[in-house]
């Protein structure tokens, strides 16, 4: 599938128009449901394609991928499938039972570590995901997105003191607001 094919199936698949709260509490009047675009098998392999290309550019290797609850988990997994690197799962917390943990999977000590993840608005949910890595001991190297909505992501997470990258932003998709 070539980028314009993706960028089209995408937009076709996932982009609502009306007004939608976003995570950051933004108002917008347009909204773009990453489930429906996630739980489509041929626009999630051609993503973990994509994500496998930018990780292979990052300079000194990468350990492992990491995707944060929910939406990163798919796609952290196709991108970990189409890498062969192993991933990890970043709970938004530490869960209350079991292992109590809020990182799932083997993550090792100075690991370093790319996340993986859906749509980027402020970058909140992205910083508070590669903070929990850092505190496990992983270097995060990069924070790659599928869509930057171009509403403050990128800064906030490049002031946070990570590298971000995205597949696509809105203007990419025909979003013009």
């Known amino acids: 599938m070539t ?29 773009v449901d990453k489930y429906l675009f996630e739980t489509q098998p041929d626009i999630i392999a051609a993503l973990g394609e994509r994500f496998a290309v930018r990780v292979a550019q990052i300079n000194g290797g990468i350990d492992r991928l990491a995707g944060p609850e929910l939406g990163g988990v798919p796609l952290v997994t196709a991108a970990s499938m189409a890498t062969n ?26 690991d370093r ?24 001991g992983a270097s995060v190297e990069a924070i790659i997105v599928v869509i930057d909505r171009q509403e403050g992501a990128r ?9 971000f990258d995205a597949l696509f932003t809105k203007s990419d998709l025909g979003i013009d607001e």
Do not use: M, W
Request: proline fraction near 1%; charged fraction near 25%; include cysteine.
């Open 155 to 163: 800064e906030n997470i490049e002031q946070a003191g990570y590298r």
């Open 85 to 110: 690197l192993p991933c990890v799962f970043v709970r938004n917390a530490r869960k209350e039972y079991g292992t109590s943990k809020q990182i799932e999977g083997v993550l090792e000590l100075g």
């Open 113 to 136: 570590v790319v996340i993986i993840e859906d749509i980027a608005t402020s970058g909140g949910q992205s910083i508070e995901a590669a903070n929990a890595l850092k505190a496990a």
């Open 3 to 31: 980028d314009e094919q993706l960028i089209t199936r995408i937009a076709d698949t996932a982009i609502k128009h009306g007004t939608f709260t976003l995570r950051s509490g933004r108002t917008s009047h347009y909204y």
